[in-house]
């Protein structure tokens, strides 16, 4: 059976998140196996990069599946999206690739972004999309908080407490920070990179250091945090709504 891979773009607004809900639950995995069911009939079972949680976006999410048919894959992305109508999912590329390659297993890194707008007036385009706040923020106190983060740690402190990873011990790669323009405020990115995350973590490190962009944390405390290895040390979780899976690396890009 060939294999393929997709690329998947996504508004996770209307989901439960990525992984399929119980009956009557809307997730992304879902829709686009209910898709795949109208070119091949029969269940399938298609196998993602990461599982974003409900309300989380992805613009680079990657997902593998095996099919009966030899497709061609650009053929494969257009039937799939006219499946999919008219839900917010979109197949952006597909690849044949080796029967050993797997989505999740194969990786070598992903990439998340979190968008947060720092303005009175309530957002409108970008309802759903991003985390508003009121007051800007602080990024040169953003950036000194994260830097305690990069490396190798163990981000107990920073995970879910429903998480089921088998260890906390992550090496996060990057965080960057950067400002830019938004009509009547600022729009603050946060670009984070690893080989793996784990559940809540994007999430718990950005609405930490919110926290040290406002002034109620200083950026030693991100390290003190971290250090306690103690999930209540740990700032507020912030919304999923900012959140986006942008990419993910493997050794050979299947979409070069």
Request: hydrophobic share 40%.
């Amino acid at each position: 059976m060939p294999r393929f891979a997709l690329k998947i773009d996504y508004d996770g607004g209307p989901f439960q998140g990525w992984q399929r809900q119980a009956a009557g639950q809307p997730s992304v995995q879902a829709a686009v196996e209910a898709a795949l069911s109208r070119l091949q009939p029969g269940p399938h079972t298609i196998a993602a990069a990461g599982r974003t949680d409900a309300g989380v976006h992805g613009t680079g999410q990657v997902a593998t599946v095996d099919l009966v048919r030899e497709w061609e894959p650009f053929r494969l992305s257009e039937a799939l999206n006219w499946h999919l109508k008219p839900a917010p999912v979109a197949i952006i590329d597909a690849a044949r690739v080796p029967d050993d390659f797997h989505a999740r297993f194969s990786a070598t890194e992903r990439r998340y972004l979190f968008r947060l707008v720092a303005r009175r007036a309530p957002v409108t385009h970008d309802r759903g999309r991003v985390w508003q706040v009121l007051n800007p923020v602080d990024t040169a106190a953003m950036r000194a908080g994260a830097a305690h983060l990069i490396g190798h740690h163990d981000f107990t402190t920073f995970r879910s407490s429903i998480c089921q990873a088998h260890s906390p011990m992550k090496t996060l790669d990057e965080i960057s920070i950067s400002e830019h323009a938004y009509a009547g405020g600022v729009e603050y990115r946060f670009s984070l990179r690893a080989r793996s995350f784990l559940h809540n973590q994007v999430r718990s490190i950005v609405g930490t250091l919110e926290r040290v962009g406002a002034g109620t944390w200083a950026p030693e405390d991100v390290k003190t945090a971290l250090e306690a290895r103690n999930r209540a040390a740990c700032g507020p979780v912030c919304p999923p709504q900012g959140l986006y899976l942008t990419g993910v690396g493997y050794p050979v890009d299947p979409f070069a």
